[in-house]
């Protein structure tokens, strides 16, 4: 019985796949190198790997890390139906020149629900997501304590739960409170329920899903199966946009879970986050002030001594 799955999904182009050799690479030597326990590392992908990261995974299967490579085709596997309508390009808020594809909510869909049916999953206790540009550019011994005793139910990086926009949340809180009021009944609903679901569309929160821990027996619960059957029924994944993230906490909120707040890393995924120690923490602050860059720079691929220095990382990291 393995204690982590660590899952990937990959869009089969060759950006993906160069951030995916990057992330991977950092994974291993921050984080799978030191776990004593039993895990494996599952990818989802829609195309072959590049060559890079062909020889990336022969390197590690040699170092006794086991990893699943399985090919599909998302569309099908999310079982989109091909006589549904909805917007190609659903707007962006932030950039109205761009748009979320059909093909981004099929993975919001993937990552809400479809994907913890999988069988490689029945062999582990926790599920661990990552996504292809996420990237531990330092990791502490406590963070791999943290990890490696995880008993909660749901565990996050410190400092990223996050503000969602409301554009992409439209009808949400309202989905939420017609499950609550034909479901009050039940023991497990929170009794804040209409706070919680005022909350979903007055000021939506997300967790910041990029990575995320999620014991695979809190998501059997029947309540939160029937919730999550009752969201994708609504269409609004579709329709709206509406993203795991946003359903994965306000599932949380409105069942309740135990949560744990992981501490002692660097973790970059667009935005720095560093939740190491104080001194640590003041100096890549320090950093980000002189730089005005941070979290522009590709850390995961190339550090200077100066950088390597603010940052608190004693070695190159690639």
């Known amino acids: 019985m393995n204690k982590f799955t660590f899952t990937y999904l990959i869009r089969n182009d060759k950006k993906t796949w160069i951030d995916f050799y990057y992330s991977l690479n950092l994974l291993y030597k921050n984080i799978l190198s030191k776990l004593q ?47 549904e309508n909805y917007l190609i390009n659903f707007p962006n808020v932030s950039d109205i020149t761009k748009g979320f594809s059909l ?18 999953l029945k062999d582990s206790d926790y599920y661990v997501r990552l996504d292809t540009d996420s990237f ?3 990791v502490n011994q406590e963070f791999i304590f943290m990890l490696e005793n995880i008993r909660e139910d749901y565990g996050y990086i410190h400092n990223t739960i996050q503000k969602e926009d409301k554009g992409v949340s439209i009808g949400f809180g309202n989905c939420l409170y017609n499950f609550c ?4 009944s039940l023991k497990y609903i929170s009794k804040d329920y209409k706070d919680i679901c005022n909350e979903a569309s007055i000021n939506p929160k997300i967790y910041y899903t990029n990575f995320e821990i999620i014991k695979l027996k809190w998501l059997k619960k029947e309540l939160y199966i029937k919730l999550l059957e009752h969201i994708v029924k609504s269409r609004g994944i579709y329709q709206f946009r509406w993203g795991d993230a946003l359903i994965r906490y306000y599932s949380i909120k409105l069942i309740g879970a135990n949560l744990l707040v992981l501490k002692g890393c ?8 560093d939740s190491r120690n104080l ?11 002189i730089k005005y860059k941070l979290n ?5 691929k190339n ?6 220095f603010f940052l608190g990382l004693k070695r190159n990291i690639y």
């Open 303 to 308: 550090v200077s001594f100066i950088d390597r």
């Open 181 to 184: 009021k034909k479901n009050e």
């Open 296 to 300: 522009n720079d590709n850390f995961e």
């Open 103 to 120: 093909g981004y909510r099929d993975m919001c869909k993937f990552f809400a629900i479809d994907l913890f049916n999988d069988e490689e």
């Open 37 to 83: 326990c039993h895990f494996k590392v599952l990818i989802f992908c829609e195309g072959n790997p590049s060559n890079e990261v062909n020889e990336l995974i022969e390197n590690l299967i040699k170092k006794n890390i086991k990893i699943i490579l399985k090919k599909i085709s998302l569309k099908n596997y999310v079982k989109r139906s091909y006589s």
């Open 279 to 289: 001194y640590q923490r003041i100096l890549s602050f320090i950093y980000s002030k």
């Open 266 to 273: 660097l973790y970059k995924h667009v935005k720095v986050f």
């Open 136 to 138: 531990f550019l330092d």
